[in-house]
């Protein structure tokens, strides 16, 4: 059995996935690419043989040939594009974050709920990247004893032109967000926000620096600089009662020669993460294919964009913010 797949965005990201699903996934069929500039979505659909086009998002959804929908749009597009996904009955994989907003994602939370099914998957792909699962599994076996402690860095080559100091955090540390509560399987309590003075001729807030702590009391800090210029760049430390879990350093070929030892970084995320994309990708579309959800929910996303939203609010009130969400429907427990 297959099932058609229609991706909305043929940028970045939107162009990779679609990549991805007509070189590597099984079970499913690429069969339409929409993105508001036609030129992309006609270069992507003759990249990946999508045999639809489209201009609107809308008139890809209601496509009878497409049974499951990839977001791949804008931050701001996100929501409402969910929703019409939601309102045609139609699974969605939908890059994070799910939306610009808490309150945003709530909606489709609510949704969801009153559709009685989960429907909606959200693309916090380190969920499915190899080391992060084995960094998970290593904090689950209590080798090292409880975490204390855990230290993110992310940093890329240089922010896309569209980023602003808000989004460093929404779009860039949720995933930092996301990844620490799956790491450690509890709730982040409270978050403070810190910016350093910004890198030389940088119009945004970066880098910047969150301090978070977990209900049971694990510390986290994050590092993100979207414009570090070296290469891109994600590390992750679990500091434990007796010892320390870390993702080890991206590295493909290492390089001894005249009395210096070398690496390359990848430019941005695609090369580091090709293998989580990959993985994503197959068990959404195993999990469309047997009704089973998987991956980072819609609740996941709300918490996530909760925990942003907060750390966005320290910036503006230079404090600590408490984190209060809102109940959990039984849907997601
Ligand atoms: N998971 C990850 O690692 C990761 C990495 C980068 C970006 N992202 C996310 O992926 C999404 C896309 O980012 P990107 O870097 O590919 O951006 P991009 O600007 O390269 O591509 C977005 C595309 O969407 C199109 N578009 C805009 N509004 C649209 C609409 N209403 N309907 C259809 N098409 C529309 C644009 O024309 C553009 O081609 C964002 O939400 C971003 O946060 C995720």
Sequence with gaps: MSIGIGVVGAGVMGADHAMTLARHVSGATLIA???????????????????????????????????????????????DLVLACLEARKPVLCEKPLASTADRCLDIVRAEVRLGRQWVQVGYMRRFDPPYLAMRDAIATGQCGRPLLVHCTHRGVKAAPFMTSDMVVSAGAVHEIDITRWLLDEEIASAQAFASRSKTSSPIRDPQFLVMKTKSGVLITVEIFESAGYGYDVRSEVVCDNGTISLAAPIDINIRKEGTESFAFAADWRPRFAAAYRAQLQAWVNSVLSGTPCGASAWDGYVATAVADACLESTNTSRRIDIQLAPRPDLYK
């Excluded at 929409?34 to 609107?56: I, K, L, N, P």
């Excluded at 049974?67 to 701001?76: F, H, M, R, T, W």
């Design 33 to 79: 690419i929409c993105d508001a500039d036609e030129e992309r979505a006609t270069r992507v659909a003759t990249q990946t043989g999508a045999v639809r086009q489209y201009s609107s998002a809308d008139s890809l959804i209601r496509d009878n040939q497409v049974d499951a929908v990839l977001i791949a749009s804008p931050d701001e597009t996100h929501a």
